[in-house]
């Protein structure tokens, strides 16, 4: 079903992560299709909607699915053009509620600070120091967790 696009993804110089990234949202594509037994050529945008819904089942953070439906459009707009789906449509996809990340207490900073981690830093090399306080100040959890 996706050898004729995915041809053409390569012959766009697209890169190999972008391919993956592309096939693992078109694989479910795939099976939403077989699974409601509708044929590509037959797709509407209510059916997108649905695979919207049926995406939608609580295992997928909302960034997930908006990743696996730019796939989808990315395909099904390429379809459209070559004459494959009868009939065009928009489609539109929502981005999603972002989880907001916790910042850090008053007591997790001490502890931070007096980690022998932070101190070898600061030791270390004093030219780092400020990016770790700032990102300590800003609540930043990628550095230490």
Same mark, same amino acid.
């Not at 007096?114 to 780092?128: A, L, M, T």
């Given at each position: 079903m996706f050898t004729r696009y995915f041809r053409s993804c390569k012959a766009k110089g697209l890169a190999e992560q972008t391919l993956r990234t592309y096939k693992e949202g078109l694989n479910f594509l795939e099976r939403f299709l077989t699974e409601q037994n509708i044929e590509l050529k037959d797709i509407t945008s209510e059916d997108v909607n649905d695979l919207v819904l049926w995406l939608d089942d609580g295992k997928r953070s909302a960034r997930t699915i908006q990743s696996h439906m730019l796939s989808i459009r990315t395909f099904l707009y390429y379809e459209m053009e070559q004459g %494959?789906?009868?009939k065009k449509f928009r489609i539109k996809i929502n981005k999603g509620e972002e989880k907001v990340k916790e910042i850090y207490s008053d007591s997790e900073i001490e502890k931070l600070l007096?980690?022998?981690?932070?101190?070898?830093?600061?030791?270390?090399?004093? %030219?780092?120091t400020p990016l770790h306080q700032f990102t300590v100040g800003c609540g930043n959890r990628t550095l230490w967790k």
């Open positions: %494959r789906i009868k007096k980690k022998s981690v932070f101190n070898v830093w600061w030791r270390e090399d004093i %030219r780092q």
